[in-house]
């Protein structure tokens, strides 16, 4: 049987009991998948989240890692869990607008197989180097890289990956990108020199940046970041007005959740996010809190799907 239609099935046996199921969520603990690994930007994410969600609903909240395949066994877990809202995912822009992009076959679809319930977040990305690396502006890595030749940029996610192409075929540096499992291996390969730069989420970059390990140059939004107000755009720094990446986090559950158990998680996220003692945690450690409703979300999608769409293509990378 067709996947789809499957899951088609299994949804419409799950209609019957869902009035009910809705009324007396939740029962028993639930569980918050990622696609990344313990020590990502979103785990840490994931795990303050979850301890105000489980005091909201008075049940555990789990937080279970799920890493590799670029966020697609995750992704696709979520996506064949019941949607009884006890399964949730609190993903990115990898899984959701920029693997249909990157991938030439996906075993989910962004958009069918999944209920959008709320944003909460968002990773300003940064262009970092290494201390010792003579360059202490854009401009100034363009050049080296250059005249050296031979540089190379590391990536542990899309962002990176799309961020680090687009930059180095832009500004004609020729230089090698070299795929990482997660962005914290990125960063460690990057303070031994294996690498010469990357673009990488503030969150992950942050404490390096402190110890004065990482030098960094630009952030890679249209706009200066809140977070880091003294680091120039890429624009700003090379000219270049459309580039533009940031990361994004929200919650999913698995196509077909029952819309009181929705509006209850959106309300519940809605107010966790714009908490001002929440936000200002997650602003401490490099991540900036966001919110929006569930309908909010599916138009978002919509849009950045559009938008990553464009940014694979124009930075001419070839779908695995």
């Not at 854009?138 to 962002?159: C, D, H, I, P, Q």
Request: net charge positive; glycine share 6%; charged share 20%.
């Amino acid at each position: 049987m067709h996947r789809r239609t499957l899951l088609a099935a299994t949804a419409a046996a799950w209609t019957v009991s869902l009035p009910a199921l809705a009324q007396s969520w939740p029962e028993r603990p639930i569980r918050l998948v990622i696609p990344f690994g313990a020590g990502a930007a979103s785990d840490m994410v994931a795990r303050r989240l979850g301890e105000r969600l489980q005091t909201a609903l008075a049940q555990p909240v789990v937080v279970e890692n799920k890493a590799g395949a670029s966020g697609q066994i995750a992704a696709d877990l979520v996506a064949k869990a019941p949607p009884d809202g006890y399964t949730l995912f609190l993903t990115s822009n990898t899984t959701h607008s920029a693997n249909p992009f990157l991938f030439k076959k996906l075993g989910y679809d962004p958009v069918k197989d999944f209920t959008p319930i709320a944003r909460v977040c968002a990773f300003p990305f940064v262009l970092v180097v290494e201390s010792r690396l003579p360059v202490a502006s854009v401009k100034e890595l363009v050049a080296y890289a250059r005249k050296a030749g031979n540089t190379s940029y590391g990536y542990g996610n899309s962002t990176g990956q799309v961020a680090g192409a687009a930059f180095s075929r832009l500004m004609r540096m020729d230089s090698v990108a070299v795929p990482y499992k997660s962005v914290p291996q990125v960063v460690t390969d990057l303070l031994g020199g294996q690498v010469q730069f990357a673009f990488v989420d503030i969150a992950n970059a942050l404490p390096h940046m402190q110890a004065g390990k990482l030098k960094a140059l630009a952030v890679s939004s249209a706009a200066r970041s809140a977070l880091r107000p003294q680091l120039p755009t890429i624009a700003e720094e090379t000219g270049l007005q459309g580039f533009d990446l940031t990361a994004w986090g929200a919650v999913f559950g698995p196509a077909g959740m029952p819309r009181p158990i929705v509006e209850r998680l959106s309300a519940e996220l809605a107010r966790i996010t714009t908490d001002p003692d929440f936000r200002d945690r997650l602003r401490q450690a490099g991540v900036e809190a966001q919110t929006s409703t569930a309908d909010e979300l599916r138009a978002f999608v919509d849009q950045q799907l559009v938008v990553w769409g464009t940014k694979v293509k124009d930075a001419q990378i070839q779908p695995e």
